[in-house]
Nanobody, 122 residues
Framework: QVQLVESGGGLVQAGESLRLSCVTS????????MGWFRQAPGKEREFVAV????????YYTEDVKGRFTIHRDNAKNTMILQMNSLRPEDTAVYYC???????????????WGLGTQVTIAS
């Protein structure tokens, strides 16, 4: 069972930044496309961003494009989400997971981490 640990969330003001981290126990981390998801209160979990195994190819949902940047370090089994210009609507619990190489919104691992809470005050 793969373990995922997200961290870095917190409470900040609108316009400020946060840096989220995702660490996984997967020994095959470098082979997977990895994605960030978020779930706001009362809403379904939604896709946010993906970075492919080449550590270069990325894709973002329109809501975060230009504000969020995704990185990964395959040597450290770690993925980062740098979030700038945060808005109250970014408030959610953020999760990471491996994703399908072509259907980025499709998580691959059945287990999820606890997520990290991001709260943006207006």
């Amino acid at each position: 069972q793969v373990q995922l640990v997200e961290s870095g969330g917190g409470l900040v003001q609108a316009g400020e930044s946060l840096r989220l981290s995702c660490v996984t126990s997967s020994r095959s981390f470098s082979r997977y496309s990895m994605g960030w998801f978020r779930q706001a209160p009362g809403k379904e979990r939604e896709f946010v961003a993906v970075i492919k195994s080449d550590q270069l190819t990325t894709y973002y949902t329109e809501d975060v494009k230009g504000r969020f940047t995704i990185h990964r370090d395959n040597a450290k089994n770690t993925m980062i989400l740098q979030m700038n210009s945060l808005r109250p609507e970014d408030t959610a619990v953020y999760y990471c997971n491996a994703v399908d190489d072509f259907y980025y919104t499709r998580p691959l691992w059945t287990s999820w981490g606890l997520g990290t809470q991001v709260t943006i005050a207006s």
